[in-house]
């Protein structure tokens, strides 16, 4: 039996409002073993997103977690500092957000964007952040990944701006990635080639997915 790489035991997150403090997750417990596939079904409002978001350390306020805890790798995460949580996201745990356009900066080119990711984690000069760039893109594959380096986020179709989400979460060769609804936007023949495309990043490279869906199919 494979280890579990992310345990979440009895996670509870709430919203401090002026009307009162509102639960948006309810006691949530996911073991998340080594080199796997985990899926999170629900309905649209149900909790999946702010599970991801909490697990992440990217709720803000007013949400706040208020019981439980969050395992990775042996190490309680559960109340990080803003700063250690920012030096294991996208390192060590990464996501997927549902919609690339509004993920990615519009004024930025991709490939920079990805490369800020590398600068942050792993000390490498910018050359050898570029090159890590374009050989991701080319993994996830991105067509001409030298070229869409320098493209703008309207500039690409909406599977390849996932593409992007997706080679930016792999870039640091992270344990666990969390995908929430990464096929939303895209048509159905795009979905099953971003399908594809994350379960060999777990064969090849044997991470930890979370896939996050209200479409059973």
Known sequence: MNENVLNIEHLQSCFFTARGRVPAVDDVTIEVPQGQIIGVVGESGCGKSMTAMSVMGLLRHPGKVVGGTITLNGRDITNLSPGERAKIRGNEISMIFQEPMTSLNPVYQVG??????????????????????????????????????????????????????????????????????????????????????????????????????????
Do not use: W
């Open 112 to 217: 920079r964007q990805v490369q800020e990711a590398i600068l942050l984690h792993q000390k490498v000069s910018k050359e050898e952040a570029r090159r890590r760039v374009i050989e991701i893109f080319r993994e996830v594959g991105i067509p001409e990944p030298e070229k869409r380096y320098h493209s703008y986020p309207h500039q690409l179709s909406g599977g390849l701006r996932q593409r992007v989400m997706i080679g930016m979460a792999m870039v640091c060769k992270p344990k666990v990635m969390i995908a929430d609804e990464p096929t939303t936007a895209l048509d159905v023949t795009i979905e099953a080639q971003i399908l594809r495309l994350m379960k060999r990043l777990r064969d090849e490279q044997g991470t930890s997915i979370i896939l996050i869906t209200h479409n059973m199919a």
